[in-house]
């Protein structure tokens, strides 16, 4: 069983900066962000692999960026010059022998 604890989400103006955290308690190889605004299909944000290898959506490229601390099991996404359609409830995801586990979701609202 993989428990994945998402943090950091909340509510900030146009072109301001938040940080999302992603802790599980097993090491997961490759971990990432997805989000889902109201009306839509969940998409991929950003993914990375234990290894530090990184993968990004067009439209967060430049402004998101995906790391993580492999001694804390922890995932981080620093969203900066967020912008209103960044809007969403953003989930932690990972694969673990074939399994897909999410975290229960933050939300992240951007006011114009």
């Known amino acids: 069983q993989v428990q994945l604890v998402e943090s950091g989400g909340g509510l900030v103006q146009a072109g301001g900066s938040l940080r999302l955290s992603c802790n599980s308690i097993?090491?997961?190889?490759?971990i990432g962000w997805y989000r889902q605004a109201p009306g839509k299909q969940r998409e991929l944000v950003a993914t990375?692999?234990?290894?530090?290898?990184?993968n990004y959506a067009d439209s967060v490229k430049g402004r998101f960026t995906i790391s993580r601390d492999n001694a804390k099991n922890t995932v981080y996404l620093q969203m900066n010059s967020l912008k209103s359609e960044d809007t969403a409830v953003y989930y932690c995801?990972?694969?673990?022998?074939?399994?897909?586990?999410w975290g229960q979701g933050t939300q992240v609202t951007v006011s114009s």
């Open positions: 097993r090491s997961i190889n490759g």
């Open positions: 990375v692999t234990i290894g530090g290898r990184t």
């Open positions: 995801h990972g694969v673990l022998y074939g399994y897909d586990y």
